[in-house]
């Protein structure tokens, strides 16, 4: 009797090991025929060939002229200006086509869009010349501070150029205030 249940045991294991392997199978199957390939922006299907040209407009970036950063009494009201003007011939005037940001503690810091009023200033053109104040809190150099302020070039419909930017930096209470573009 022993016999037979070893031998009905056996039976019973290929069996579920052979329904195992006919579902790892089939599922192995289903997988690999259900790969999808990337997302991509277009695509045709079709035998025969045809050839185009795409281009497309580059946005330039304004062009810093000049940083200043002055840090106020003992490092406590940094103001950093920037002078800075549209590309040539762009056609573009703030506010429309400009879009800012300021990084507070260097440009590790998050990089956070900034609106004008809040803690920006813009005034010009001058010559086609721009002047753009950021003003730190109170109290926002008294222990030295960096600050990444960048401008962009937004056209109308709504493309941005890279950001050109301008890091200031100063030491304890406002010593070594410095400025570089």
Do not use: H
């Amino acid at each position: 009797m022993t016999a037979v249940l070893r031998s009905s045991s056996r039976a019973r294991f290929r069996r579920v090991l052979l329904v195992a392997l006919a579902v790892a199978g089939i599922t192995s199957l289903v997988l690999v025929t259900q790969t999808r390939a990337g997302v991509t922006q277009a695509a045709w299907v079709n035998s025969e060939y045809a050839s185009a040209t795409v281009s497309a407009a580059v946005i330039q970036p304004p062009e810093i002229t000049s940083c200043t950063l002055t840090p106020g009494f003992l490092g406590t009201a940094p103001v950093v200006t920037l002078t800075w003007k549209f590309p040539a011939g762009s056609g573009y005037s703030t506010p429309n086509n400009v879009a800012y940001a300021v990084a507070e503690g260097g440009l590790l810091g998050p990089i956070t869009s900034v609106v004008l009023g809040s803690a920006l200033a813009t005034t010009g053109p001058s010559a086609d010349v721009y002047t753009t104040q950021f003003k730190s809190g109170i109290l926002g150099g008294l222990l030295g501070g960096s600050y990444g302020i960048f401008v962009q070039s937004v056209d109308g419909s709504g493309w941005t150029s890279l950001r050109a930017g301008a890091t200031a930096s100063m030491g304890l209470l406002g010593a070594n205030p410095q400025c570089t573009f």
